[in-house]
């Protein structure tokens, strides 16, 4: 099933989320949906909060649906390991047509449980470092907006309340 993806300013997007303590079908469901949703936007990663879900839930997918060993779900996640930086251009899907430089780690290291409650680590370099910390931001209710110098963060704002006015967002 898609879901609807939320935009900014919705409330939720900016809260943590709750951890996850049932490995039920009902996370499955939703872990299956935020894929299936993640593909038909064309993205390469998703929150719960995004989909209206506070709860410490994330898929990543770079191959965005042609690698099933590409599948990353990430259950209550937190970096434990980090280290260099990079600069590099980010989108969001809560935030349609606003494309920005964020400053990040170039690698990460991560612990996190999959959908069966199993813990495990990854590392992540480059573009999945980058969309690891942005992902695990999200589940902590921090946007990429507020990753922004405060001068790119300020023009952005205009160009979002912009597109609100004209109905455009
Ligand atoms: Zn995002």
Redesign the pocket.
């Known amino acids: 099933m898609i879901l609807k993806i939320l935009k900014y300013p919705e409330p939720v997007l900016s809260q943590p989320g709750e951890p996850v303590t049932e490995f039920d079908a009902e996370l499955r469901k939703l872990v299956a949906d935020m894929f299936e949703t993640t593909y038909a936007s064309q ?1 390469i ?3 719960a909060p ?1 989909v209206g879900v506070s709860k410490r839930v994330a898929v990543i997918d770079l191959s965005m649906g042609k690698e099933p060993k590409d599948k990353l779900v990430l259950v209550n996640p937190e970096i434990i390991y980090s280290a260099d930086k990079q600069y590099e251009e ?6 349609p047509d606003i494309r920005e430089k964020v400053a990040r780690h170039a690698k990460v290291r991560v612990r996190a449980q999959d959908e069966h409650g199993k813990w495990f680590e990854m590392d992540g370099e480059e573009l999945l470092s980058r969309c690891l910390q ?2 695990i ?2 589940v902590d209710g921090i ?2 907006l507020f990753r922004m110098s405060a001068l790119k963060r300020n023009l952005n704002l205009r160009k979002i309340r912009k597109m609100q006015s004209e109905d455009k967002w």
């Open positions: 993205g990663g998703l929150a995004q980010e989108g969001c899907l809560s935030f942005h992902e931001d999200h946007l990429f």
